[in-house]
């Protein structure tokens, strides 16, 4: 599967953004589709996954109730609208692909295709 993240920018604090990871390929079954963010001198951090067969979706605490994973099937795009932005969400977001195993979903190595980062900048 092929990913095409866009969709970051520059934003205040409380702000909103959407981002969009367009698809190609096929996805079935058990397929997840996540978005992750990586920040400068950190490790990549979990921050929402949606199982694309049942739809069910997992956040990170910092994402509950201010994010949202949504799917849209007939342009095969997941997107994040990411609402009440703060400073802390600065970072590079990236979207995911894979097969991870249920314990496994908000582990990035569990995803085997990435699209390529878009930046976040939250200015307070």
């Known amino acids: 599967v092929q990913l095409q993240a866009s969709g970051g920018g520059l934003v205040q604090a409380g702000g909103s953004l959407r981002l969009s990871c367009a698809t190609s390929?096929?996805?079935?079954?058990?397929?997840?589709m996540g978005w992750f963010r990586q920040s400068p001198g950190k490790e990549r951090e979990f921050v929402a996954t949606?199982?694309?067969?049942?739809?069910?979706?997992y956040y990170a605490d910092s994402a509950k109730g201010r994010f949202t994973i949504s799917k849209d099937n007939a342009k095969k795009t997941v997107y994040l609208q990411m609402d009440s932005l703060r400073p802390e969400d600065t970072s590079v977001y990236y979207c995911?692909?894979?097969?991870?195993?249920?314990?496994?979903?908000?582990?990035?190595?569990?995803?085997?295709?990435w699209g390529q980062g878009t930046q976040v900048t939250v200015s307070s």
């Open positions: 995911a692909a894979g097969r991870p195993i249920l314990s496994y979903i908000r582990e990035s190595t569990y995803y085997r295709d």
């Open positions: 390929g096929s996805t079935f079954g058990d397929y997840y």
């Open positions: 949606m199982n694309l067969g049942s739809r069910r979706t």
